[in-house]
C-alpha cells in the first residue's frame, strides 16, 4: 500500500462511496521534479545544454504553477489506483473525481472520488448447497464430427471435367470494373475459391455454379453499401471471369489406412476411441466448470444482495468496453462491430444487464464467503499461479511477484486466488444433484 496517499472513505447510498484523498506534500514535490526535467529536456537556455537544465530552473523559467499543473494532469490516475488501494474498494463502472484548488506552495494536493462498489451480502446456507451435476459425455455425432474434420484436412482437391457446384472449387482469372473502368484490387489470376463459401461479394460465387473449364462468363453484382472499401460501396460492378480449372475434394476412406495417415493409430476403431476420451476428458472439465457455477449461484439465491440499477447499468457499460477493447485487437473497431451485429450501443449494453447483475451477485457473495472463512492467498498459491507464466517469459516466480508489486497489480492475484479458493470451498461441501433433462426438439411441422 502506498504512502503517497491517504484517504477517508464515506458510503453513500445505492452501493456508492465518497473518497477524499491526500497526496502528500513529499509526493507532489518528488513528481514536480520528475516532471521539471522531463520539460528542461526541449528547453533550450543559455548556459546549459540541451535537455541538461536543471528541475528548480525549468520551474523558475515555466512557473511552478504551470508545472503543477502538468505534474497533476500526468500522475492523477496513478493516484487515483492508490487512492482506490488505500480505501480498500472494489469498484464499478466511471469515477467521478474532482481535483481541489493546487496549492501555492509546498502544501498537499486533494482530490474526491464517487464511484460504485462491489455490493456487500448477508449470506445465508453456503455449505452444503444443492446443484445440479450432469454426467459427462462424448456422444457418436461430436466424435464423427472431429473424424469429419480430420478428413476435410487429409483431403485432397482433383481437377475433374464437370460443372462446378457448391463445394467444388473454381480456378479463375477475373478483372472487375465499375461503369466501364478497372477499379483498385479487381483483377486476378490463377484464384482459387470455394463456391458456396460466402466468402466473396454476394452474388459473385452464385453466378460461378454449372461453369466448366475454359468457359468464359460476365458476372454482374453489386457491393454492398456497408462495403470496406468506401469507393466502391454501394455500386454496379461487372467482372470478365475466365474459368481455367474446376477442382473437387477427394476425402480419404474411412479405413485403417486413413486412420493411419491422418493420425498414426494402427485401426479406425483405435483412433475413433482415442477421440472419444479426448472428447470425455474435456467435458469432464466443462461438466465441473458448470457445477461450480452453479453452485456459487445457488449459494447467491440464498444470499441477501441489493444490486442498484445503477451499478447493473454501469457493469453493463464495463462489459461492452472490455468487448470493444479485446475487438480492438483483431482490428474490429466499434463502428464495425455495431454494423457486422447490427444493433446499437443501447441494446447491447440492455442486454448485458442479466449477466451483469449476475456478476454482481457472484462477486458480492465470494466476497462475504472469504471474510467467513478468513480466506487468504498464501505464499505458496502465488508461486504457484505465477510459475507457468514466469517459465514463458524464462523468468521466475519471485521476479514476477516484485514486478507485479511494482505496478500495484498483485493485490488483484491476491483477490482471484481467494475467490478460486472460495468457489473450491463451495464446490468441495456442495451436493450434486442430477441435471435436469434437456427437452427433446419437437419433430418437424409441429
Known amino acids: 500500500m502506498s504512502d503517497a496517499v491517504k484517504t477517508t472513505l464515506t458510503e453513500l447510498p445505492e452501493s456508492r462511496v465518497r473518497v477524499e484523498a491526500e497526496v502528500a506534500a513529499a509526493e507532489l514535490e518528488r513528481r514536480m521534479q520528475s516532471t521539471a526535467r522531463q520539460l528542461g529536456r526541449d528547453l533550450k537556455m543559455p548556459g546549459f545544454r540541451k535537455g541538461k537544465v536543471p528541475p528548480p530552473v525549468v520551474i523558475q523559467r515555466i512557473g511552478r504553477e504551470a508545472v503543477l499543473d502538468e505534474t497533476v494532469r500526468g500522475t492523477l490516475g496513478r493516484w487515483y489506483l492508490d487512492a482506490i488501494d488505500d ?12 481535483v481541489g484548488d493546487l496549492p501555492e506552495g509546498e502544501g498537499t494536493l486533494t482530490f474526491t472520488i464517487e464511484i460504485g462498489v462491489r455490493p456487500t451480502a448477508t449470506l445465508g446456507e453456503y455449505k452444503g448447497v444443492e446443484a445440479p451435476k450432469r454426467e459427462p459425455a462424448a456422444d457418436a455425432e461430436a466424435v464423427d464430427a472431429e473424424i469429419e474434420q480430420l478428413r476435410e484436412r487429409a ?11 457448391d463445394g467444388d472449387f473454381v480456378v479463375m482469372d477475373y478483372l472487375g470494373t465499375v461503369d466501364g473502368e478497372p477499379f483498385a ?5 490463377d484464384q482459387l475459391i470455394e463456391l458456396g463459401s460466402g466468402r466473396l461479394v454476394p452474388g459473385f460465387e452464385e453466378q ?76 469432464e472439465a466443462k461438466v465441473e466448470a458448470d457445477f461450480r457455477e452453479a453452485v456459487l449461484d445457488a449459494v447467491a439465491e440464498q444470499a441477501t444482495v441489493e ?39 443501447d441494446n447491447i449494453i440492455e442486454e448485458a444487464k442479466p449477466a451483469a447483475e449476475k456478476a454482481l451477485r457472484r462477486e458480492a457473495v465470494l466476497a462475504a464467503v472469504i471474510e467467513a472463512e478468513g480466506i487468504e492467498a498464501a505464499d505458496g498459491d502465488i508461486r504457484d499461479a505465477l510459475q507457468a507464466t514466469a517459465a514463458r517469459e524464462r523468468s521466475t516466480p519471485e521476479k514476477l511477484r516484485a514486478k507485479l508489486e511494482k505496478a500495484g497489480r498483485l493485490d488483484e492475484l491476491k483477490d482471484d486466488l481467494a475467490q478460486r479458493a472460495a468457489v473450491d470451498l463451495l464446490a468441495e461441501h456442495a451436493k450434486a444433484v442430477p441435471a435436469p433433462a434437456e427437452p427433446a426438439e419437437a419433430p418437424a411441422g409441429s
Open 185 to 189: 484490387g479487381g483483377e486476378g489470376r
Open 307 to 345: 444490486v442498484p440499477e445503477a451499478l447493473v447499468e454501469a457493469r453493463s457499460r464495463e462489459l461492452w468496453d472490455r468487448m470493444l477493447h479485446s475487438l480492438s485487437h483483431q482490428g474490429i473497431s466499434k463502428e464495425m462491430y455495431l454494423q457486422i451485429s447490427g444493433s446499437d450501443e
Open 87 to 98: 480505501a480498500g474498494i472494489h469498484p464499478v463502472g466511471d469515477p467521478d473525481v474532482n
Open 155 to 165: 483431403a485432397r482437391l482433383e481437377t475433374i471435367d464437370a460443372e462446378a457446384g
Open 208 to 283: 460461378l455454379k454449372g461453369a466448366k473449364a475454359g468457359e468464359e462468363r460476365t458476372l454482374k453484382i453489386k457491393f454492398p453499401d456497408d462495403y470496406q472499401a468506401e469507393e466502391l460501396a454501394g455500386k454496379d460492378a461487372e467482372f470478365a471471369v475466365t474459368v481455367n480449372e474446376v477442382k473437387r475434394k477427394d476425402l480419404p476412406a474411412l479405413d485403417d489406412e486413413f486412420a493411419a495417415e491422418a493420425a498414426g493409430f494402427d485401426t479406425l476403431d483405435e483412433l475413433r476411441e482415442d477421440i472419444t476420451a479426448k472428447l470425455r476428458e474435456a467435458d
